[in-house]
């Protein structure tokens, strides 16, 4: 009789592959990058810093990150002029329907580390002008003089940023470029094992952030938070959604057992702009109702451990900065493409081809 493995169903704690990349420790709340806690490179680094960290292995000098600069706005150009040659990719309803679809239009070049500029500089381009079609304004070119976030910013909204709002989607940016084996880096690295091109890989992980059980969550915070409306109706509010058998935004992981080390970056960034004036109400909303729901899930869950996720100050400090809800997915994949890169050029050094098993349990033959 032949003895069979176990079944891990969605894959826990399978490990899949090596990588210097991240490092997710749920039971600790902690997450390193590259050598680096996640808290230090959201407090201290650029955007372009962390680029050259996740695709170079260290931290840039300063003429290496103003190259990356330079890069990353010549790729913004290069998208920009696609925008004519797109067709119907930006006339979709949904934000990321669009930028799987126009994705789909970059040409590789060639080369894996130019391929990751290109990548990284088309998204926010494709996101920025889906945004302003939906409202019948023209794109806005991309500003070569600007770093990544403030163009991003600029892109939007047609006027240069205050450097506060730079600075906090700098740290958003900074805070979600990778997260482990999670399942849109998964679905890159099975692309990439296969020996095809990065467009296709980032294409198929942008297909699987797409669905809502791995990146479709900030937005429902902001709309939780705009329905209980002040601080001291929080609690109240929270029993009748747990009362009514549904979840509490933002809350609960299923890697950590405690607050999302994430979570806690950002909401420092997003106290940041609150001395600059912005976010005060919310940041105040948010925290009153991350303390009644940590209090109450942990009366009716204790053995659940359900904490504060990234989602939860991603909604506050997102909005703050001047990113549209419908735009908070192809922000994350603003981010996230640079891991994707990173793991497709960690994947293809492998050269090995994933093909898990599978256990059959229809009828016999």
Partial sequence: MTTRPPTA????????AETALSDVDGQAGRLVIRGHRVEDLVASATFEE???????GAMPAPAERERLRVALAGARDHAFGLIPSLGAALEATDAMEALRAAVAHLRTTGNLRDDAVLLTGAIPVFAAAWHRARE??????????????????????GTVPPPARVAGLDAYLCCVVDHGMNASTF????VASTG???????VAAIGALKGPLHGGAPGPVLDMLDAIGQPERARAWLEGELAAGRRIMGMGHRIYRVRDPRAAALER???????????????LMARSVE???ERLLAERHPERHLKTNVEFYTAVLLEAVGIPRTLFSPTFAASRVVGWCAHVEEQRRVGRL????????GPAA
């Fill in 50 to 56: 962390v680029c050259g960290l996740m695709w170079q």
């Fill in 196 to 202: 095809s091109d990065p467009v296709s890989a980032i």
């Fill in 269 to 283: 960034a997003a106290s940041a702009l609150e001395h600059s004036g912005a976010a005060t109400e919310r940041l």
């Fill in 291 to 293: 303390r009644e729901a």
């Fill in 354 to 361: 994933i093909r898990p098993a599978s256990r059959y349990v």
């Fill in 136 to 157: 019948a304004r023209p794109p806005v070119p991309p500003d070569g003089s600007l770093t990544h976030a403030a163009d991003f910013l600029h892109m939007l909204s």
């Fill in 9 to 16: 169903s969605g894959l826990d704690d399978v490990v899949a």
């Fill in 187 to 190: 679905v890159a690295r099975a």
